[in-house]
């Protein structure tokens, strides 16, 4: 059954005009037609009662469980082309709660906050959809532009780690201590690697340097990798 994001108001079902859209002309659904709705990270079915102008019902309430327990946090490089638009779908789909989009000093793409503002909206919506798709009862919310050397201390989790490639221990030894009990976090390096005082910096801080296998990922697989280990860890 396909899945939107809306709000029920006085148990009206509240979507956007888009979602609405989406409804009616790509999906082609009509009246008596019934879909899933997450408002607040509860369930829904709703039925279509009309078409012109659009209203629904509730049908009834559905339990749902199928977050991970407890919040995980991807750290993730200003990277070229559509890699971050990848990350953001694949992320989502594992089951990541929060994208913290991040510069370095090897990072290739340069980006300001009024440009990150402007791509946000791309993002979140990339969001949406793979959390609809998935059918997921939260949207990752996305987070920019951070400095890595300054990671605001309200963005950190119960355990914080860094992915580094001249860390050349096993991933099982690396994730061992992960449960549903603790929230994680886990930065993932830029195309060009980290250099040795932002891991430092980040030790210092309360990262712990962990390895994702023997070889050199790039950073979209790398994220992809490090999430599924994390989604694996935290779900058994």
């Given at each position: 059954m396909q899945r939107y994001f809306g709000?029920?108001?006085h148990q009206s079902v509240e979507l956007?005009?888009?979602d609405i859209h989406h409804i009616l002309h790509v999906m082609r659904m009509k009246k008596g037609d019934e879909f899933e709705l997450v408002d607040n990270q509860r369930l829904y079915v709703c039925q279509i009662q009309n078409t012109?102008?659009?209203?629904?019902?509730?049908?009834?309430?559905?339990?749902?469980?199928v977050e991970i327990e407890k919040n995980v946090t991807l750290f993730f490089p200003l990277a070229k082309g559509d890699k971050i638009d990848l990350v953001i779908q694949k992320a989502t789909e594992i089951g990541v709660h929060k994208i913290v989009l991040f510069k370095s000093k090897r990072c290739i793409v340069s980006l300001d906050e009024d440009s990150f503002n402007k791509k946000k909206v791309r993002y979140q919506k990339i969001a949406k959809e793979a959390s609809e798709q998935c059918h997921r009862l939260i949207v990752?919310?996305?987070?920019?532009?951070?400095?890595?050397?300054?990671?605001p201390s309200e963005l950190k989790e119960d355990i914080n780690y860094i992915a580094y490639e001249k860390n050349s221990g096993s991933t099982k030894e690396s994730f061992y201590e992960l449960n549903n009990k603790q929230s994680v976090s886990i930065v993932i390096g830029?195309?060009?690697g980290f250099e040795e005082k932002e891991v430092e910096t980040l030790v210092n801080q309360g990262f712990?340097?962990?390895?994702?296998?023997?070889?050199?990922l790039r950073c979209e697989t790398a994220a992809i990798y490090a999430m599924s280990v994390i989604s694996y860890k935290m779900e058994q």
């Open positions: 709000h029920i108001n956007t005009d888009e012109q102008p659009f209203t629904a019902i509730i049908v009834n309430e559905v339990k749902s469980e990752p919310e996305i987070i920019g532009i951070v400095d890595i050397n300054h990671i830029p195309e060009g712990k340097i962990v390895s994702l296998g023997k070889r050199i």
